[in-house]
C-alpha cells in the first residue's frame, strides 16, 4: 500500500529561523466548542422534534445519514460559523463535528456531502413548512419553566438581499434591492425568538399581518390562556386589521403611527408651548414634552361603518436642531411618558437581536429557488440562535460573556483549536494550554457533561 507523505511548506521565519510546517497533524480541529452546542441543544431536543416534521421519502433499507443527524450537523455548522452548504463538504471528517453527532472522531462514519443536505433543504412541502411555523412558537413556550403573567412580542421585518432566480424575490424601492422581506418576532426581554417567516420582498398588508399574528396567538393560547399579550412594532403595523384583531383577543398593541395634518392639528397647542419654552430658554438646552388625544383614521371603523378612536401618545422634543414629533397608538393605559419612553423606545433592542440572526448567523443566505427551502433554512438559522443564547445563559452572570455578542461567544468558545485521539475506552482532547477562556470552557464543560 501506497503511503503519501503531506508535503512540507515555508512559512515566515521566526527568530531568526526557518519555519517549515505540514498539514499532518492528524485528529485535529478548530471548532471543538461544537460539543459544548451539541450538549446545549440536546437538553432542548430541536433536533429531534424538527426532524419529525421533514418528509423523508428515501428508503430506510437504503439510508446512510439519519434526518436528525444530518439537521444537527447543518444546525451546528452555522453556529460555527459555516453558514454554507458547501462547507458541509469540507467538514465531513472534522473530529468536533463527528463527536458533536455521537461518533468516534477518527474511526467513525463522515458527515453529509453538500448534494445530500441540498435535497434535505428541498424536502418540505407546504404542510411540513406551517407545522414547522407552529413548532417555533412552541419551542418559545417551553423555554418558559412556568406561564409568565405578561408577554411584550417584538415584531418587526428585515430586507434579505437575492442575487439569484428565487421565488418570492421582488424589487423594494425602500431598500434599494431586490430582496426576500421575511418577518421577525422576538421577547426583547429574554432575547428569545418567537418566530421567522419568509415573505415577498414587498410590504405586508394588514390582512397578512392580521394571519401571522393569529397563528402565533393561536400557539401561545393553547399553553398561555391567560397570559396577557402586548404587540409591539413600528408604523408599519399599525393597521386597521392588526389592531382590530389584537382588540377582539383581548391583547395589548403599542404601534408607531406615522405623521399627518390630522394628528399634527391635535397637538398644536403642547407642540407650540413647547417651541415657545425652547424659544425663551438657555440657549442649546433641549425641551421635551408628552400629550394623548383620541384620533380616529378614515380607515379605523367598526364593521357598521362606524368610526373608530383609538388612543394617540406624542412624544414632542424642540432642540437646537428643530422640532421633532414621534406618534404611537396604543390601547395600553400606562402615562405617555412612561408609555413612549420606558415602554416603545425598548422596541429598539429588537434590532440587534434581528442581527444576530441575520447577520453574526448569516440567515440572509436565502439563496435556494424554492420558497419552502428558504423558510427551512430559516428555522435551522433559529434553532442555531436558539444553541447560541441557551450556551450564552449558562455563563455567569458576573462574567462580561453573558451580554457579549454571538461573534464574542463563537471566538472564546467554539472557535478552539484541539487535538484528539480516540483510544479504545475513551477520546482524549488535547486543549491549548493557554487558552483565554480556558476557565469558562471547563466550566461549562463539566455543567453539560452532569446529568
Not at 497533524?25 to 430541536?46: H, K, Y
Not at 430506510?60 to 444530518?70: E, F, K, Y
Not at 418587526?156 to 431586490?178: C, I, K
Request: one cysteine or more; a positive charge; proline letters at 8%.
Amino acid at each position: 500500500m501506497t503511503e503519501t507523505t503531506p508535503a512540507l511548506f515555508a512559512m515566515p521565519a521566526s527568530g531568526g529561523k526557518p519555519v517549515i510546517a505540514a498539514f499532518d497533524g492528524g485528529a485535529q480541529t478548530s471548532d471543538i466548542g461544537v460539543a459544548l452546542l451539541a450538549a446545549v441543544e440536546r437538553r432542548f431536543g430541536f433536533i429531534d422534534r424538527l426532524a419529525e416534521l421533514v418528509p423523508d421519502r428515501r428508503d430506510p433499507a437504503r439510508v446512510t445519514h439519519r434526518t436528525g443527524d444530518m439537521l444537527r450537523a447543518r444546525v451546528l455548522a452555522i453556529a460555527a460559523g459555516y453558514e454554507d452548504v458547501a462547507d458541509l463538504d469540507a467538514l465531513r471528517r472534522d473530529p468536533a463535528f463527528l463527536m458533536a453527532l455521537g461518533r468516534e472522531p477518527e474511526t467513525g462514519p463522515g458527515l453529509c456531502s453538500k448534494p445530500t443536505m441540498h435535497r434535505l433543504e428541498n424536502a418540505p412541502d407546504k404542510a411540513a413548512g406551517r407545522a414547522m411555523f407552529r413548532a417555533m412558537v412552541d419551542w418559545f413556550c417551553m423555554s418558559f419553566p412556568s406561564p409568565p403573567g405578561t408577554l411584550t412580542l417584538d415584531i418587526d421585518e428585515t430586507p434579505d438581499a437575492v442575487h439569484g432566480g428565487s421565488q418570492l424575490a421582488l424589487f423594494n424601492g425602500h431598500y434599494g434591492m431586490t430582496c426576500h422581506l421575511p418577518i421577525h418576532i422576538y421577547h426583547v426581554e429574554s432575547g428569545r425568538p418567537v418566530a421567522v417567516l419568509l415573505r415577498p420582498g414587498k410590504p405586508p398588508s394588514g390582512r397578512e399581518l392580521r394571519a401571522i399574528m393569529r397563528v402565533v396567538m393561536r400557539r401561545l393560547r393553547r399553553v398561555w390562556p391567560r397570559t396577557t399579550v402586548t404587540w409591539r412594532g413600528d408604523g408599519r403595523y399599525a393597521t386597521p386589521e392588526t389592531m382590530g384583531y389584537l382588540e377582539a383577543e383581548g391583547c395589548g398593541y403599542l404601534f408607531g403611527l406615522p405623521a399627518n395634518r390630522r394628528i399634527d392639528a391635535l397637538f398644536a397647542a403642547p407642540a407650540d408651548a413647547l417651541k415657545a419654552g425652547r424659544a425663551v430658554g438657555p440657549d442649546g438646552g433641549t425641551l421635551r414634552d408628552h400629550a394623548e388625544a383620541r384620533y380616529a383614521a378614515a380607515s379605523w371603523t367598526d364593521p357598521r361603518g362606524g368610526a373608530i378612536e383609538r388612543r394617540v401618545v406624542a412624544r414632542m422634543e424642540a432642540s437646537p436642531h428643530g422640532y421633532d414629533v414621534r406618534y404611537v397608538v396604543t390601547n395600553l393605559p400606562t402615562p405617555p411618558a412612561v408609555l413612549y419612553d420606558s415602554l416603545y423606545c425598548r422596541r429598539g433592542e429588537m434590532e440587534n437581536l434581528i442581527k444576530l440572526h441575520k447577520v453574526q448567523l448569516a440567515s440572509d443566505r436565502t439563496s435556494c429557488v424554492s420558497p419552502l427551502a428558504n423558510q427551512f433554512r430559516l428555522v435551522l438559522h433559529t434553532i442555531a440562535y436558539w444553541m447560541m443564547i441557551e450556551l450564552r445563559r449558562l455563563i455567569a452572570a458576573t462574567r462580561p460573556e453573558r451580554r457579549a455578542s454571538f461573534d464574542t461567544i463563537r471566538l472564546r468558545l467554539i472557535k478552539i483549536a484541539a487535538r484528539i485521539e480516540q483510544m479504545k475506552t475513551r477520546i482524549r482532547v488535547h486543549l491549548p494550554s493557554d487558552h483565554p477562556a480556558a476557565g469558562l470552557f471547563r466550566s461549562l464543560s463539566i455543567r453539560l457533561a452532569g446529568p
